[in-house]
């Protein structure tokens, strides 16, 4: 089987530009020497008309046809071959009433009846005509010829020969298609370089190629996960997908300016803030994104920039509520471990037989509830119990204040683990780091209706004032090294608390060497039930 090989998109284009050039001119030049040869036609019947005219009104000339006899030396001969020798007239030929010739360029013909009828004339109408005579194809003028008293006593006929129309119509027709020919060659060159600028525009690539690109270019931007939003030099969108629409919040409409949308302040910061983000975590409508934007450009020349948004806000969820899982899980731990010590306290005085105090031991322990004071929900108890066993092998001391009550169970105790266990991590590393003794944490927790609020206050090196916002970004750490993992905490608590209406801020500095205070709200976070039985302790 033979497969042809169809032509490239330029070839196509010159082959066709050529083609349709080509007909357009030769239909051009077609009608041009068609309107020529009618325009100079005409001109010569006007001429010989012209010319008839000025015979016809030579003195005495009528008078002369209606009284002489038609002789090859007569007057009228010699007039008329003078006039026509003159203006290059094919023929100037005078007749009589009856048509009886007094002049004619053969001699021969003088006294002979003309070839042509002269009725019209000689009924008193001027005649402008192309026919066949005895010499030939010519364009011809008639016009009555008559006498001092005005009668009609014969007629002019003048003709001018066909050959000199066509003469005169090949030289026009021969110069418009020159201009045709240099047209076409124009024409021809505009098109080579029009395609030429074609190939290297699409880059060699041929219309189904190009349709096969676009069809996988929307198919690759609308099934990627990552949000994909290109703008040009000028600031106007290029190319976006459904997800970059999604995580922007905005319709983007390509050819628009970036700026006339309605994409938030802090998204269009991206496109400006230097250095490029890559890879950098950025909170946008609540959503938690990672960052990366790229320059585009041909050369030294800047053709626009791409912005890549991937949603990390699900990510970060499940690594809440791992981090969540894991404190609950060390809490509950703790809590064992502690169970585990009373039961061998108890086991300890039954074996010695101390049966009383074994007795006033475990009426101890119902009567407590809960074995840490002030907090009746066994999430936040087992969390403040797991905690204490990590700051004491950090060499840090962690205190729950007399201030504590919280008298009703937790209804999110992922989210509120989440943000009370970072809090207290952070306090913790704080205080692990700083020089002031002893190194302490304390934890205040306050029910407020249906909010929790929690304080968190560690002796460590405080917070500069340049850094008091700085400090809740993703990625920003105080500690040397900024190793994987840090700058993390207290923007995740940050984001939590907002998820719920909260927010955490830092609400105390305390100078240099003299740690920091940081204050959560979770509003909604306790369960509006019946509070849990109990006594403030």
Not at 219 to 240: I, M, Q, W
Not at 458 to 463: C, M, R
Request: aromatic share 2%; proline share 4%.
């Amino acid at each position: 089987m033979i497969r042809t090989r169809r032509l490239a998109l330029g070839t196509q284009a010159v082959v066709a530009l050529a083609v349709l050039l080509s007909v357009v001119v030769l239909l051009s030049l077609g009608v041009s020497a068609a309107v020529v040869r009618h325009d100079l036609e005409t001109q010569y019947e006007q001429r010989a008309l012209a010319i008839a005219r000025s015979v016809a009104a030579l003195p005495g000339l009528g008078r002369q046809v209606a009284t002489a006899t038609p002789t090859p030396d007569g007057a009228v001969e010699l007039e008329a071959e003078g006039v026509r020798r003159r203006t290059g007239a094919l023929y100037v030929v005078v007749t009589d009433a009856q048509g009886i010739r007094f002049s004619h360029p053969t001699l021969g013909n003088i006294g002979r009846p003309v070839s042509t009828s002269p009725d019209a004339a000689l009924s008193g109408r001027e005649v402008v005509t192309v026919e066949q005579g005895t010499l030939g194809y010519s364009a011809r003028g008639k016009v009555p010829l008559r006498d001092d008293s005005g009668r009609i006593v014969g007629e002019v006929s003048v003709g001018i020969a066909m050959s000199e129309v066509a003469h005169q119509a090949g030289t026009l027709t021969a110069i418009l298609g020159v201009i045709a020919l240099g047209a076409l060659a124009l024409g021809l060159l505009g098109a080579l370089t029009l395609a030429r600028r074609l190939r290297r525009t699409t880059l060699g690539l041929q219309p189904e190629e190009m349709a096969d690109l676009v069809r996988e270019h929307v198919a690759v931007l609308g099934g990627v996960r990552d949000g994909v939003v290109a703008v040009d030099g000028r600031g106007r969108v290029t190319v976006s997908n459904p997800e970059a629409r999604r995580l922007l919040g905005s319709e983007l409409t390509t050819g628009v300016r970036l700026c006339d949308t309605s994409v938030a302040p802090e998204s269009l910061a991206l496109f400006e803030e230097e250095p490029a983000p890559s890879g950098a975590l950025r909170l946008l409508g609540g959503r938690v994104v990672v960052v990366t934007r790229l320059p585009v450009q041909r050369g030294q020349r800047d053709l626009g920039t791409v912005l890549i948004l991937r949603d990390r806000t699900d990510l970060d969820e499940m690594a809440g509520e791992l981090e969540a899982t894991r404190a609950l899980t060390d809490a509950l731990r703790a809590q064992a471990h502690e169970h585990n010590n009373r039961l061998h306290a108890l086991m300890g005085m039954l074996h010695r037989g101390d049966v009383d105090a074994a007795s006033s031991y475990l009426t101890g322990l119902s009567d407590a509830g809960t074995w840490l004071s002030g907090v009746d929900d066994p999430y936040l108890a087992g969390l403040l119990a797991a905690k204490s066993a990590t700051a004491s092998e950090a060499g840090v001391l962690l205190r729950v204040s007399d201030g504590t009550w919280l008298d009703r169970r937790v209804a999110h105790p992922l989210d509120t683990v989440t943000v009370v266990g970072n809090l207290i991590d952070n306090g913790i590393g704080a205080a692990a780091r700083g020089d002031r003794l002893p190194r302490s944490v304390d934890v205040t927790l306050l029910a407020d209706g249906p909010d929790l609020l929690v304080h968190v206050v560690d002796s460590g090196a405080g917070v500069a004032a340049e850094h008091a916002e700085q400090v809740f970004q993703r990625g920003f750490t105080t500690r040397e090294g900024d190793g994987t993992g840090h700058g993390l905490g207290l923007a995740l608590a940050r984001h939590t608390a907002r998820a719920h209406g909260g927010d955490v801020r830092l609400v105390s500095r305390r100078g240099p060497d003299s740690g920091a205070a940081f204050e959560a709200r979770l509003a909604g976070v306790l369960n509006p039930s019946t509070p849990v039985a109990g006594e403030r302790r």
